[in-house]
């Protein structure tokens, strides 16, 4: 697995402690990052102790990583018998990756990105 670097001239827009959801019982919990290009999740949580941003660029392996132009549609669901809502990522290679995102921030984030990303074409 890669370590996460920020690319030359990339924005990050959105970090945070996100689990990803492998399969309907596995997560995998990490640090995430949505930046102007990508979605990225690591299964790394050292960085975090490290120091931030900084200490998870150090030592995050990237465990999924999606490009924003891949993305064909975000959704919503949910997740187990509390309902955490997870946030839903279609790609034009009919995958879809889910991520729990208790915070509404995430799809705002995500929102806004996609629709840099693809005027006009999100919903």
């Known amino acids: 697995m890669a370590k996460f670097k920020v690319q030359d001239g990339e924005q ?10 492998k399969s309907k019982y596995r ?9 102007d290009r990508r979605f990225v999740h ?10 931030g941003l900084v ?4 030592t995050a392996r990237i465990d999924l ?9 975000i959704g919503r669901s949910s997740h187990g018998r ?4 997870v946030l839903v990522i ?9 991520i729990v995102a208790e ?6 984030a995500f929102d806004r990105a996609l629709a840099q990303r693809h005027p006009g074409q999100m919903s």
């Open 27 to 35: 997560y995998i919990p990490g640090l995430s990052y949505l930046t």
């Open 103 to 108: 915070d509404e921030a995430w799809f705002q």
């Open 65 to 73: 990583e999606v490009p924003l132009e891949t993305i064909t549609r």
């Open 90 to 98: 279609l790609t034009r290679d009919g995958q879809d990756h889910r």
């Open 55 to 58: 200490g998870a660029l150090m």
């Open 12 to 21: 990050v827009l959105m970090e945070g402690l996100l689990p990803y959801l």
């Open 82 to 85: 509390k309902n955490h809502p």
């Open 42 to 51: 690591t299964n790394n949580l050292r960085g975090r102790a490290v120091g």
